[in-house]
């Protein structure tokens, strides 16, 4: 692979007007193709065959579908009722001018004597505003209309009044002050780590172009396929951060070797046949690690991952090509001034002086103490993991008009209101089945309300709406869903189905929760598999497994402890605790393990590769560190900051994930990769680089190019066409 790689640079570097033309094709192709072909994307979740997906399908079918809607609640000034006529006319008024608004089709009076929905101490009440247009259809601009109506009646009538519901929601978009501060903080890396702005700035930009390819052809997608609102900015997330990793690593190595003296056309050839064979092997470990999503068998969740894949895929076609190309433009620029007439170097990052050689030096000496100390550290953080609780339901932002909606409607007609649960009664005799099982729906604990049947027009169907006592995203609200389908059906009935959001929720969040132990396994073992091929031993890649396990554990019991129990929320702005979006522990494994392998690969490869050239096990290690730390470092400086960027954002789904990966990556990067790993292999000595014999027969991957490190000759200059190639 180093040899074919080698090549590919080489071809770059004396082909890269050419390349860098074909990329920015590529780019303004993708831009004029999601402006002519992009879609709408939907902001929910759920899984076709589940009962409650099934049952919403046949109420469509069978009562209709409307528009989406918004409730309006009003709370009476203190002292008074909504029923007095002074209010109740000032309540009328304000219901006809909602059914005025752009695109409402109706606006339902909370007075109205045959379908009241005012609380019973007649203090709130709410109105349901019908638009015309399908959910995520309603246009700003009217909301934007319905938000003046209600500003305007705040001050007008002394009620308290705010408006939630899907008509509300605004989609989530990217592109604010917090995710821009993130790569400003990449850059500045970049700037320290190169000590050259312009090489940083080079690097910036060609992630910046692959992860803008990577997104339009996601957006160019959703004219053709119903994708999720999330999946696009999570594969521009983990896109730009891979991206700008990629080429660092590139571009590391192309420096190293101008400084040992090395002409431009060899640096290239040599950095992409070496670094970019790490490079490739790390990308296709994410891939397969986001594409095995699909073994989870749940559509969205396979969509976000295959997206994302091929946004990496792209992020490695432009490190072993693009980058190439403008290197081949950039030469000795990319090294700081007073290194450019400097004499060559045969090893310039090995030096024994310096932090990272002190670090390495103390840990492997002290590996017994640092070992047990990274375990313990990373064991205590992940205790929070064993209460994870998920869910569905997001939450709105807490100084939002939803929120307080929400909170309205919570306090005048109790938590469950804002979580209703439908029960569809489906065949011949639905009417008659709905009116008797009404009795044993409420006598079900945590049941507040269930309604007379509502059946449609020719009476084959009906439909009873259960409020429960808590909120929708409590463990009884979960339990009532299960102990509604607990009750027993007439074999000979009408088919009864458990649906509506809450519902839906809590069929999606077990499908998840029940996949995830699957999908864990899937990645360990593709783990183990992996870093068997790549540095032919057993031990060092079960020392990287069970790292990994650790890091898992401290993301996602660090994300617990804030987002469901509230630690330190101010710090990442955090409106409101609860569960966990459900969509977080799988994507967070998937990506995680990807990365993870990133910096096992990077780091445990040079050491290695000193262990192959004659090195003890100990001067291996820690020459190895020396020489990748500093990378590494600041790979995971750039991958934390731009997740970390996304953390404020506001939008709940993100939030979680993007807090979950940021934390992972500084576990990983700065306590498994740097105080774990080397101690683990310290301990074990020579025996961490054993074979079995019965596994020799093993292809090497050759991810430190020892291929072109025994070549006879080095890699020749442009000028020798035919040469390029490094000699077999």
Do not use: C
Not at 83 to 90: L, S
Not at 126 to 152: P, R
């Amino acid at each position: 692979m180093a040899r074919f790689l080698s090549r590919i640079g080489a071809f770059a570097h004396r082909h890269r007007l050419s390349v860098i033309a074909v990329w920015l094709v590529l780019l303004v192709g993708g831009g004029a193709g999601a402006v002519t072909l992009a879609g709408d994307t939907s902001s929910s979740f759920s899984i076709p065959g589940q009962e409650s997906t099934t049952a919403l399908t046949r109420i469509g079918e069978e009562f209709g579908s409307s528009g989406a809607a918004a409730k309006v609640v009003v709370h009476a000034p203190a002292g008074q009722t909504l029923t007095t006529p002074e209010n109740a006319t000032a309540l009328g008024d304000l219901v006809t001018k909602l059914g005025a608004l752009p695109g409402v089709v109706k606006a339902a009076n909370p007075l109205d004597p045959k379908a009241p929905a005012v609380n019973a101490d007649q203090t709130t009440a709410y109105s349901t505003v019908t638009y015309s247009a399908a959910v995520g259809e309603v246009t700003a601009d009217q909301q934007k209309a319905l938000t003046d109506v209600v500003d305007a009646a705040r001050g007008t009538t002394g009620f308290t009044i705010e408006a939630t519901g899907e008509a509300t929601q605004a989609p989530f978009h990217i592109g604010g002050i917090a995710e821009g501060l993130g790569v400003v903080v990449a850059l500045m890396i970049l700037v320290i780590t190169y000590g050259s702005l312009i090489a940083a700035g080079m690097n910036l930009l060609t992630a910046l172009i692959g992860v803008g390819i990577g997104v339009l052809g996601v957006t160019i997608a959703t004219g053709f396929a119903d994708l999720s609102s999330t999946t696009p900015i999570l594969a521009g997330m983990l896109g730009l951060a891979v991206g700008i990793d990629y080429a660092l690593f590139i571009v590391t190595r192309f420096r190293h070797e101008l400084r040992r003296g090395a002409d431009v056309p060899s640096a290239i050839a040599t950095a992409v046949g070496t670094a970019g064979s790490a490079v490739v092997t790390a990308g296709l470990t994410v891939v397969i690690a986001l594409t095995g999503l699909v073994v989870v068998g749940i559509p969205f969740l396979t969509q976000m991952g295959v997206a994302a894949a091929a946004t990496i895929v792209v992020a490695v076609l432009v490190a072993i090509t693009l980058v190439p190309a403008v290197l081949g433009y950039l030469g000795h620029r990319a090294l700081p001034r007073k290194q450019r007439g400097a004499a060559p170097v045969e090893e310039v990052e090995t030096s024994g002086r310096g932090f990272l050689a002190g670090w390495s030096t103390g840990v492997t000496r002290h590996r017994v103490l640092a070992l047990g100390l990274a375990i313990v550290a990373l064991g205590v953080i992940a205790i929070p993991f064993a209460s994870m609780r998920t869910t569905l339901v997001q939450r709105p932002a807490t100084d939002s008009t939803q929120a307080r909606a929400d909170q309205m409607l919570s306090d005048g007609f109790g938590p469950g209101f804002n979580g209703p649960i439908i029960v569809l009664f489906d065949g011949p005799g639905a009417v008659d089945a709905a009116t008797k099982a009404v009795p044993a729906i409420s006598g079900l604990n945590d049941v507040a309300l269930a309604t007379p049947p509502t059946p449609n027009a020719d009476g084959s169907a009906a439909l009873v709406t259960v409020i429960p006592k808590s909120g929708p995203t409590t463990e009884a609200t979960e339990q009532l869903v299960a102990d509604l389908r607990a009750l027993p059906k007439d074999a000979s009935g009408p088919t009864a189905s458990v649906t509506g959001a809450t519902a839906v929720s809590v069929d999606v969040a077990k499908s998840l929760d029940d996949a995830l132990p699957v999908y864990l396994a899937l990645v360990v073992g593709l783990a183990l598999a992996l870093l068997i091929l790549v540095f032919r031993s057993l031990l060092v890649p079960l020392v990287g497994v069970l790292g990994f396990l650790l890091t898992i554990g401290a993301s996602l019991g660090a994300t617990v402890a804030v987002f469901q129990w509230g630690w330190l929320g101010d710090l990442v702005a955090l409106d409101s605790t609860g569960p966990l979006i459900s969509l977080t522990p799988i994507l967070v494994i998937g990506i995680l393990f990807g990365l993870a392998m990133d910096y096992q690969i990077f780091l445990v490869s040079r050491m290695h590769e000193a262990h192959s050239h004659g090195a003890s096990p100990l001067d291996a290690i820690r020459t190895g560190f020396r020489q990748a730390a500093p990378v590494v470092v600041a790979a995971a400086l750039i991958m934390f900051s731009v997740f970390a960027g996304f953390v404020p954002a506001g939008d709940a789904t993100l939030k979680s994930i993007a807090f979950a990966l940021a934390a992972g990556i500084l576990f990983d990067a700065f306590v498994v990769r740097m105080v774990l790993v080397p101690a683990a292999l310290a301990l074990l000595g020579e025996r961490a680089w054993w074979l079995p014999s019965w596994l020799a027969w093993l292809p090497s991957l050759d991810v430190e190019g020892a291929a072109l490190a025994k070549a006879d000759e080095p890699v020749p200059a442009e000028e020798e066409h035919e040469a390029v190639a490094v000699k077999r």
